[in-house]
């Protein structure tokens, strides 16, 4: 039997890592998790060994590097709030920016060659047009957003110099639920849109905020791509046996292609679990883009992505049940509707 292939997945304690932890040994890897468990959780860590440590503590990276013979890095970690970036951009440069720095350190001192980054749609900032491929201009609005785009910019200068080959997958809005139930939800402190209405409709807040209903947009609501945790989780396993079988450096959309607006993602709430999402309209939240969906077209034509559950019903009803809320299958149509 051939042995797994180790690889060291930074922030596999967090909500996107450890679900491609649980992915990736589904298919002939081992997943190092590498985490300071400052917003991670040791018990999601289910599916390889955890190595405790900072990413700005090169050495230590190093040494868990060596200790399981790693071959290729995903590097997940980074603080992830574009609202609390705005607020603390300190925190955010020097863990985003700061951990870029030690990981890549003790990649070279390893003479690690490959890793692949969790990059944002945030890299984008304001598009003039969506879908938004690969080429349009990245200005970030936030410091987030400009953590990210930096740590691009470094693969692509360590790549030159040092021949580090990289995967960057920009990300496009990370929804969903494990669909068995193994990984926990967690909810504190919960910003996005999908599990804050589903707390709604069960009860277990207020009614939801719509940032804004006057945007330049068909129902006047923000329209973003949501794509499920488990196309994103596949994507990297994508991604690692592209690097692994040779390819060159890559920055790739992950997205379903599909914009939805705040109001498709209420009635699509309502209709699957039978209970209405009660809702008021806020005013703009600074700094939202009005539309922003991937072309999710080089992620198909270099990896041969696909997103498989990444239509708001399949989203909905992996994560209706973990908010005790029912799921009528026969409502969920996964039919893609809005703008392809
Ligand atoms: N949104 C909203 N009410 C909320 C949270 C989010 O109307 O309580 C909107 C937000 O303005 C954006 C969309 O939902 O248009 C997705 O926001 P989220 O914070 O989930 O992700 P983001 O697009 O900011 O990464």
């Not at 069960?202 to 006047?220: E, K």
Request: contains cysteine.
């Amino acid at each position: 039997m051939t042995q797994p292939i180790p690889i060291l997945v930074t922030g596999g304690a967090g909500f996107i890592g450890s679900h491609t932890c649980k992915h990736l040994a589904q298919h002939g890897f081992l997943p190092v998790t590498l985490d300071n468990l400052s917003t991670g959780h040791a018990d999601a860590v289910q599916w390889g060994p955890l190595e405790r440590a900072d990413l700005r503590d090169a050495v230590a990276v190093e040494a868990a590097m060596r200790r399981h013979q790693v071959k290729l890095v995903m590097h997940f970690a980074a603080s992830a709030y574009v609202g609390e970036s705005v607020q603390d951009p300190a925190l955010y440069y020097d863990n985003n920016v700061g951990g870029m720095i030690g990981l890549l350190k003790a990649a070279q001192a390893c003479a690690l060659d490959k890793i692949i980054f969790s990059s944002s749609c945030a890299t984008y900032g304001e598009p003039q047009t969506s879908p938004v491929s690969e080429t349009c201009p990245q200005i970030p609005m936030s410091p987030y957003g400009h953590t990210k785009l930096i740590c691009e910019e470094m693969l692509q200068a360590y790549e030159q110099a040092y021949g580090l080959r990289h995967v960057a997958l920009r990300y496009f809005n990370a929804a969903g639920s494990d669909p068995e139930g193994v990984l926990a939800e967690r909810h504190d402190p919960e910003t996005h849109l999908i599990p804050l209405a589903l707390l709604a409709a069960a009860g277990q807040r207020g009614a939801l905020s719509v940032f804004g209903d006057d945007y330049p947009t068909p129902d006047g609501s923000c329209v973003r791509d949501y794509i499920h945790v488990q196309d994103l989780a596949h994507g990297h396993l994508l991604a690692a046996r592209y690097l692994l079988e040779g390819g060159p450096s890559v920055a790739l959309n992950l997205g379903s292609g599909v914009g939805q607006s705040v109001f498709d993602v209420i009635h699509a709430i309502g209709r699957i679990t039978g209970r209405p999402v009660p809702y008021d309209v806020a005013p703009r939240r600074a700094g939202d883009p009005p539309a922003l969906w991937a072309c999710a077209q080089k992620a198909k034509a270099v990896l041969g992505f696909e997103t498989r559950r990444s239509t708001l019903d399949h989203i909905i009803q992996d994560a209706a049940p973990s908010f005790g809320l029912p799921c009528n299958k026969k409502e969920a149509s996964h039919v893609r509707f809005v703008a392809e």
